[in-house]
Structures are given as structure tokens and as C-alpha cells.
């Protein structure tokens, strides 16, 4: 049973996740790249994940067969688990019961597509399927979190290659979303403002910093970037939750998603990253100071001792930098090239 | 000139490492196992570095020459650069003059050997030369903390694999840290006693977390690990700063630490790991409620899209199960067998 436990000096919590749990001898976990048959996520093994809680399928096809183009599943090894209710329990530590809920989101029956390569008709179905899941279990007790997420490339963390995204809901506020309430909360009370409304402004004003834009979204290499190549996509306009986002802004949102990856793997030669949405949670969907966003994190440099210790990253590619480089680079040539090679395969 | 810039949401600071500028085809950085005769960590080699800051060396052999066996030279390609006084700039963001000091501590003249395989001595000397640092710098304006860390193993960040430790002293409290105070004073503040001595005295109740102890200090899994196998050794006493640390104490610290460290990377085949020094800041070394630590963060899991979008980290090897192993290790018929097979070596 996954347990959450708390961290006495700091109040942070961490998953103890006995379901997946690691002897000595187990790590390091690597990246499968099961195929021939064996991939869990590929058309025809539908009976080799837990049975699907949605999919976008052809008509009169039956859930758990071939049919579908965007399946959700969930996780065999679940970080937290939805049964679990039992009461916390405080000696000298803290720690509750792992509550929650951990799906897959199949992102394309085609084992060797990516964010990069789907046709943009899949990315918008891809989205939609976050928007679905989120909706479903965003005001579901006693969730106060949906985060989604995707992990790109085993360095990224992904187990396995086929294209997924994830989706774990807690039972808590994470830190990192409490501390972004904190600060654009102290922010509006000072200036009134949505902190995330005035940062978009003045990099609208900057330009340094942006690399792609359209009629609804900015991406942009943000200022104090932790990353090399970091870039958030954010909403020009004010939206708090993304459960939401309407069908127009969800085609903006696939479109300036799918050009930015298409950079970001472009320029750095298939970098391994993640993707995470930064979203209001239960109860905040209306608030006037906060604002939904995802980030995408190229994984290039590593997380060390310093980092460990101190909090403070270092990052050695500045953010004006990075976003040139990305400006730069043209997608329509570069799909162009991408199609005539992989003509030349198939 | 490396930059101090602070994220307006979450107020956390990065470094923007100019002098470390990384271009596109720059990544990723691997372990370098430079040998034969090119590590600048290397006896002989004492010209590739800057010149160095102390070094522990028999009598009458020069600085910068042969004859030393712990040696501290400043960061070739430093992080924060003690040269930048200019003042901190804020339009809409706030940056600042990356001012500090990144040195280096070589600690062996033996490429090959390791913490795990040092001679006692030896060790003992490494944690002198940490002391010595430490000392020299933690009351020098305009720093206020001076963070101390060992990266082994490229997955843990280290770039060279000459057994060596860093120092890199901020002139901000870091966040960690700046939440340890906060966790800590409030505990105090609530008990009237320190949180570390306290969950000392909890760990020699229950046991099950615990790796190894000496009369000074406690080894033990923390009941919130985020890491697998991940280790704190904490002195029994109350002690806030790492300066006040007597030659006593220094020896009893240089035991239990390689003695930690052989049983983890005994149990885990060589893992890559952390060992990160907590300390107070400049100012805080008489406090009755902060408490001095090292952690040491084996890097067996990869820190993904769940975690960098929540600040919950997923772990899955329960402390207690960590601990066990730990204590159950061997040291002395290890230390013996890998005598043996040295000597076949050699």
C-alpha cells in the first residue's frame, strides 16, 4: 500500500510507493523499448494493460480491442492508489495512506510516432483526452491536484517508448502549486494583478525571451530558466484552471505545443524532457491570480549535490539564448526533411 | 559574468552560468575519465589547474607542485565568480551579479581510489580540509552560506572522476536551507527544543531506520527518504554549524561516513550518489534549534515530470527496508575481499 509521509522539518511529502518497490538489486530502472509484439501500449495488447477508462475509438468497436487512436489505462504500478481511506497517523512523524489516482494516457497506436510526428489532427485528440481526464477528476473527493504529465526519453524518466503521457491526482496541494499560489496571491494583493498576466506582458514587450507565439498562446524561454532550453506555453489570456480550456483554444494549445517540441527536438537532436501542466487546483478554478501553464523541461544537465542541497540550479545556457535558437529554427523546412526521409524508409 | 536570477512567482533564485555557456551541440556532458597523464586532478598535473588555495603536502615541496595528498584549487569554470560587487537590477524581474566562490577539494592524488577505499587517514584529512574551507569562508562578506558537496559518479553530476568534493559559497541563504530554519524554529518555537536532537532520540527508539552509529554520530535512513537508500549521518549532540566541529568529533564523522558509504555502494554495486553538507548560515551557529547534517542521496531513480511539476518525489524503497540491508552488510569481510582482490591486482 503506497503511503505518503511527511518530511518533519521541511512539511514536504513524499510517496512511498511499496507497489513498485526496488530491492538493492533492481535499479537501475532503463528505458524498454519493448517491441514485436510485447509493447503494452500497442494496438492489438489492449489485454495486457488494466482495462481502459476511455478512449477515442472508431464506432462499434468494443472498449479493450483495436480501434482506438488515444487510450486511457490505469497504471499497473500505481504510485497512489483510489481505495485507500484510512485515517493519517501522527507518532513523531506523519504519514497517510497513498490515496489517489495514477492513469496512462496512449497517446497513438503507432509505437514510433512522437509529439513531433503525430499528425496535428492526433495532437488536438491527445489534448482532448487531458481535458476529458482532468474534468472527470478534478473536483472528485478527495483529490485537490490533477497533475499530467509526460516524460520523454529514459533520462526523462519514461519506462517505456511508446508514446504516453501520465496523470497522477492527490489527495493534497502540492508544494510547488502552494508555492506558486503564494507568491501570485501576494502579487495580486500588492498590485492587483495576475502575476502571470504582467509576466506575459512584458516579455510580449522584451521579445528576447519568446520563441513561438499564436492568437492564444505565448512560449517562451522564461526568465530565471532552470533548464537549458526551458520553455512554458501559457494563455494570453487570464484562464486559472484547465479544466477550462474550450475546444478553440485546445486546437491553439496542440498547434504551439506541437511546433515548440518540434524546435526544442529539432535544435537539440531528440533531447530527452518533460512536459508538466501547472494548473489551479480543486476549488481555485475562478481565482483572479493564478494561471494555468505547462512547462517543458529539456533534461540535458544534471541535478547534483549543489542543486540537492541548496535548491539553487545552475543553468549554463541564459534563456535569450536558448529562445533564438529556437526562433531560428524552421519548422516547415525541418518537416519537409522529416517527410522525405521517412518516405525514403517506408 | 554569472547571474543570480529569481523566479518572480516562487522566488527562487538560478544561476545563469555564463561561463559555463552551453550551445545546442554542447550537451550532454559526460564523465570524463581522462587518464594518462591529461586529469588535471593528477599528481604531476598541478599546472592544469589554478593556482591552489591550501593543500595538505609534506614539508618543504612548493604550492602547485608534487607532494601534496588533499589539495584545493579554485573552480576552473566557476559557478558564481568573487570578483562581482555590482548591485542587484529589477525591472519586472529581479537579477543579481552572480557574486561567490566555487573551489574544488581534490582529495586523493590516487585517481583511482575512491571514499569507500581511502585509508582512514586519508578520509580524515578530506574532512580537515572541508573544515578548513568552511572556516575561511563562512564569516567573508558578502556570503552567507557555504554549501560543501561530493558528486560521484556522472549520473550524480560529477564531470571528472578523480575522487574530488566542491564548495560553493552563496551570498543568499538557499531556499533548502531557508525552509529547514523555518521548519525548525517553528518546532522550537512550539517545544522549546531542537527538531534535529529530537528526531535523533526517535531513531534510537525505533531503530528500524538505522545503518550504523558511533558514540558521536547517527547514520540512519530518514522516515521521509526521497531517495532509495538515501542516508543522513547527524552528530548526537546538538551542534548547528559545521565549524564548530572539534578534531575529536572530525574523526568519529570520518568513520561513520566511510563506513556508511561502503555499505551503500557494497549493497548497490557502485551507485552514483550525493553527499550534501547542511549546515547554518553565516550568523545562525549558536542557535539552540538548527542542527548540522550531511545527506547522502544515492542516485538510483530519476527525478521525472511528476516530480518537477509537484515537488513530491516518488521513492520506491521503503527507509526501513533500506536500513535493513545497510546494517546486514558486512564491512569487515568486504573490506577483506576487495583487500584480496586489490592485491591481485597490484
Redesign the interface.
Known amino acids: 500500500m503506497p503511503e505518503l509521509?511527511?518530511?518533519?522539518?521541511?512539511?514536504?511529502?513524499?510517496?512511498?510507493?511499496?507497489e513498485?518497490?526496488?530491492?538493492?538489486?533492481d535499479?537501475?530502472?532503463r528505458q524498454e523499448n519493448i517491441k514485436g509484439g510485447n509493447c503494452p501500449f500497442c494496438v492489438g495488447n489492449e489485454d495486457k494493460t488494466p482495462p481502459e477508462i476511455m478512449a477515442f475509438r472508431e464506432e462499434g468497436t468494443e472498449p479493450d480491442t483495436p480501434g482506438w487512436w488515444v487510450r486511457v489505462v490505469p497504471n499497473k504500478f500505481p504510485?497512489l492508489d483510489p481505495k485507500l481511506n484510512e485515517a493519517p497517523e501522527q507518532n513523531?512523524?506523519l504519514k497517510m495512506p497513498g490515496a489517489g489516482v495514477h492513469e496512462v494516457l496512449i497517446e497513438s497506436p503507432d509505437h514510433d510516432s512522437s509529439l513531433d510526428k503525430h499528425s496535428s489532427h492526433q495532437v488536438r485528440e491527445i489534448f482532448k483526452a487531458w481535458r476529458a481526464r482532468y474534468q472527470a477528476l478534478i473536483n472528485r473527493e478527495p483529490l485537490k491536484?490533477v497533475?499530467i504529465?509526460?516524460?520523454e526519453g529514459?533520462?526523462?524518466?519514461?519506462s517505456l517508448s511508446h508514446p504516453h503521457s501520465?496523470l497522477?491526482a492527490?489527495p493534497l496541494v502540492?508544494?510547488?502549486?502552494a508555492?506558486?499560489l503564494k507568491?501570485?496571491q501576494e502579487?495580486y494583493g500588492d498590485k492587483g494583478k495576475c502575476?502571470?498576466c504582467?509576466?506575459i506582458s512584458?516579455e510580449l514587450r522584451e521579445k528576447a525571451r519568446i520563441a513561438v507565439e499564436n492568437d492564444d498562446f505565448l512560449s517562451f524561454c522564461?526568465?530565471?530558466?532552470?533548464f537549458?532550453?526551458e520553455t512554458w506555453i501559457m494563455p494570453k489570456w487570464h484562464q486559472p484552471g484547465f479544466e477550462m480550456i474550450d475546444d478553440g483554444m485546445l486546437s491553439s494549445l496542440s498547434e504551439i505545443v506541437q511546433k515548440t517540441v518540434q524546435k526544442i527536438t529539432g535544435?537539440?537532436?531528440n533531447?530527452p524532457y518533460?512536459?508538466?501542466?501547472?494548473a489551479a487546483p480543486a476549488g481555485y478554478n475562478d481565482v483572479a491570480f493564478y494561471h494555468w501553464h505547462l512547462?517543458i523541461?529539456p533534461r540535458?544537465?544534471?541535478?547534483?549535490?549543489?542543486e540537492?542541497?541548496?535548491?539553487?540550479?545552475?543553468?549554463?545556457?541564459?534563456?535569450e539564448?536558448a529562445a533564438e535558437?529556437l526562433r531560428n529554427y524552421d519548422n516547415e523546412k525541418n518537416a519537409e526533411k522529416e517527410r522525405l526521409s521517412w518516405q525514403q524508409i517506408h
Chains 1, 2 share one sequence.
Open positions: 509521509r511527511q518530511d518533519p522539518v521541511t512539511k514536504k511529502w513524499v510517496v512511498i510507493a511499496i513498485r518497490s526496488k530491492r538493492p538489486f535499479f537501475p530502472v504510485a513523531f512523524y491536484y497533475q504529465f509526460k516524460n529514459s533520462i526523462a524518466g519514461a501520465q497522477i492527490t502540492p508544494p510547488v502549486i508555492e506558486e507568491g501570485t502579487y502575476l502571470y504582467d509576466m512584458q522564461p526568465f530565471a530558466s532552470r537549458p532550453f535544435t537539440l537532436n533531447p518533460n512536459i508538466v501542466l501547472h512547462e523541461l540535458l544537465t544534471i541535478v547534483a549535490g549543489f540537492w542541497g541548496t535548491g539553487i540550479i545552475i543553468n549554463p545556457t541564459p534563456p539564448a535558437y
